[in-house]
């Protein structure tokens, strides 16, 4: 069974631009979670999806946002870049079967100049 | 609100050596408690689990007990090795709930 799949790997973007980030879970399930992590902040919770519907958001601005598609897949988007954007993010996907254990990717690593 | 903290690191040792990576938690109710280990370059990958007070997860030669008492979850090992180094996360999630929340992480570091 394939893992938790996320493109690209590595991004390079600027001050200003905007980025999208995409998430294939594990077949069958349908939560996808997003986080972010720096080495300062640990792990951030973003927003978490369960059949295109947002169940739960993190203390982060309006400018990220996410959705989930009737696939499962995800795709979260950071508009209007700031330096302190530059994170590892993580996607993790889980189900009811797995009782809460999440299943991570390897992430996106976004760099900010 | 809920909330983890883990025990700041990095944390070197020398191989064989006993670990204790400490871990509580601030929670309403009765949340089940994790611990999550990333090796470099990789996500997040499920060491153990447990789900009530007084349960002992374990894994790979890894330990944790729940204590509602003392709000802990501290992660054990008796003997690492070189391959036990990585960043470890201690987290929370309510049965039910849509939100884990993690520690800040601590790395350790297995020296031969």
């Known amino acids: 069974k394939a893992g938790v799949t996320q493109t690209p790997r590595y991004l390079i973007k600027t001050r200003g631009q905007q980025v999208t980030l995409s998430c294939s879970p594990i077949?069958?399930?349908?939560?996808v979670s997003w986080y972010q992590q720096t080495p300062g902040q640990g792990l951030q919770f973003l927003f978490e999806?369960?059949?295109?519907?947002?169940?739960n958001k993190g203390n982060f601005p309006g400018r990220f946002s996410g959705r989930q598609f009737s696939n499962s897949r995800s795709e979260m988007n950071v508009s209007t870049l700031e330096l302190g954007d530059s994170a590892l993010y993580l996607c993790a996907s889980s189900s009811v079967a797995t009782n809460e254990k999440l299943f991570f990717g390897s992430g996106t690593q976004l760099s900010v100049l | 609100g809920d909330s983890v903290t883990q025990m700041e690191g990095p944390v070197t040792l020398s191989e064989e050596a006993f670990l204790t990576i400490n871990c509580t938690y601030t929670a309403t109710g009765y949340p089940s408690l994790f611990w999550y280990v990333q090796y470099p370059g990789e996500g997040l990958q499920l060491l153990l689990k447990a789900t009530k007070a007084d349960d002992k997860g374990s894994n790979k030669g890894f330990e944790a007990t729940y204590r509602k008492e003392t709000t802990s979850f501290h992660l054990e090992k008796g003997s690492v090795q070189v391959s036990d180094s990585a960043v470890y996360f201690c987290?929370?999630?309510?049965?039910?709930?849509?939100?884990?929340?993690f520690g800040a992480g601590t790395r350790l570091f297995v020296k031969a």
């Open positions: 999806y369960f059949s295109e519907t947002q169940r």
């Open positions: 077949s069958g399930h349908r939560s």
């Open positions: 987290a929370l999630v309510h049965p039910g709930g849509f939100k884990t929340i």
